[in-house]
Every structure is written in structure tokens, then in C-alpha cells.
């Protein structure tokens, strides 16, 4: 007889089980990671800062990415450590970057943070900004 896994009642699933979810879904690549260390050390930011990943209104395509440092944590806020890098998260903008990738890229077409988000339904031509 096999097993059977029951979910768990929405009732049974707490907000933070679900950011714990969604937290493990969002990741760095290593040229990401390279670039926010580097950009501490240019900045003389110290280490106990975090990189603020966030989603607000705004932009051609209703939403647009917000990507900065922050000396701490605000209320509510989701904090992620990836590559020896605070995250700090709003519960909101982790809705939205569920599965998100943050990469660097320094091709052609440009220099600057990639959000790889699979949630987007929708991009604009710069990359800034997505619907959801």
C-alpha cells in the first residue's frame, strides 16, 4: 500500500511556513553575489547592512524592481542570507519574487542587475519592470 502525503488545511499553513517557502526560492548567482560585495567595498558599506530586493507600482509594466542597501530590517521584513549576503525582503515584494533569480550581467547590452523572475507575466524592453 503506498503512502499517501496529505497537504496541510489552509488553516494549518502559517505566514511564516509560507515565507519560509518562498524564501528558499530566491537566489543569487555568483556574479551577483561578486557585484554586491563589491559594491560594499567600493561604498565602504559595512558588512552588517543588507541588500534591500524589493517590487513596487510603478513602470511600463505595472511593476517595477527596487534593488538597495539598508543598515536593518524594517517591520515584517523577511531576512534572507544567500552567499554570506543579507536579503532584507518585504513580506509584499516576496510575494512577487517567488522563484526569482537576481544575476549580473556586463555583456552588450548593458551593465547592471538581472531579476530572473518567473512570475512575470509580462516585461518591458528595459528589463526594469514587469506584470504580474
Known amino acids: 500500500m503506498a503512502d499517501v502525503m496529505t497537504m496541510p488545511s489552509l488553516e494549518e499553513t502559517t505566514v511564516e511556513q ?3 517557502d518562498l524564501e528558499n526560492e530566491i537566489t543569487l548567482t555568483e556574479k551577483a553575489s561578486s557585484e ?3 559594491i560594499m567595498e567600493q561604498n565602504k558599506i559595512p558588512e552588517t547592512y543588507g541588500l534591500r530586493v524589493g517590487v513596487k507600482g ?26 554570506g549576503i543579507r536579503i532584507f525582503v518585504d513580506p509584499k515584494s516576496l510575494f ?16 547592471g542587475f538581472v531579476f530572473n523572475n518567473p512570475n512575470a507575466s509580462k516585461t518591458c ?6 506584470g504580474a
Not at 58 to 83: H, P, Q, T, V, W
Not at 97 to 109: A, I, K
Not at 125 to 130: A, E, M, P, V, Y
Request: charged content about 25%; overall charge negative; aromatic content about 12%.
Open 18 to 20: 509560507a515565507f519560509t
Open 36 to 38: 554586491v560585495r563589491k
Open 58 to 83: 510603478g513602470g511600463c509594466s505595472g511593476l517595477s524592481y527596487s534593488l538597495g542597501f539598508d543598515s536593518e530590517a524594517r517591520e515584517n521584513d523577511k531576512i534572507i542570507m544567500k552567499d
Open 96 to 111: 512577487y519574487l517567488s522563484g526569482t533569480q537576481l544575476d549580473f550581467t556586463d555583456g552588450l547590452n548593458g551593465r
Open 125 to 130: 524592453g528595459c528589463g526594469s519592470s514587469f
